[in-house]
Nanobody, 124 residues
Framework: VQLVESGGGSVQPGGSLRLSCEAS????????VAWFRQGPGKERDWVST???????RYRDSVKGRFTLSKDTAKNLFYLQMNSLKPEDTGMYYC????????????????????WGQGTQVTVS
């Protein structure tokens, strides 16, 4: 399994970016894809999850601004980020793994088996 992120960059506050995560060798059926981010000197924090049935969850600070979607045929996952703020700055990572014992996609980074290399987002 290989996850490759792209689409990061530098934008001004209020701008938009769309991150992509290409998943090779990964079956999305019955599983989760998540985005995490890590700001300078900070822990890696959960941003959003997408379950294979299409349900999504977002951390409160990005609700209404970020949208996680998929192109199942291409095994591509997108994080559309609008109205970006300086506090959104960080390295963004795509992660994949199975649903948990409750059938959900947790925000715990330790749950995920596969990770991409990250793509940098800078808002200033």
């Amino acid at each position: 399994v290989q996850l490759v992120e792209s689409g990061g960059g530098s934008v001004q506050p209020g701008g938009s970016l769309r991150l992509s995560c290409e998943a090779s060798g990964y079956s999305f059926r019955g599983s989760c894809v998540a985005w995490f981010r890590q700001g300078p000197g900070k822990e890696r924090d959960w941003v959003s999850t997408l379950r294979s049935d299409g349900s999504t969850r977002y951390r409160d600070s990005v609700k209404g601004r970020f949208t996680l979607s998929k192109d199942t045929a291409k095994n591509l996952f997108y994080l559309q980020m609008n109205s970006l703020k300086p506090e959104d700055t960080g390295m963004y990572y795509c992660a994949a793994g199975p649903v948990n014992e409750y059938g959900g996609c947790p925000g715990d980074k330790n749950h995920y088996d596969y990770w991409g290399q990250g793509t940098q987002v800078t808002v200033s």
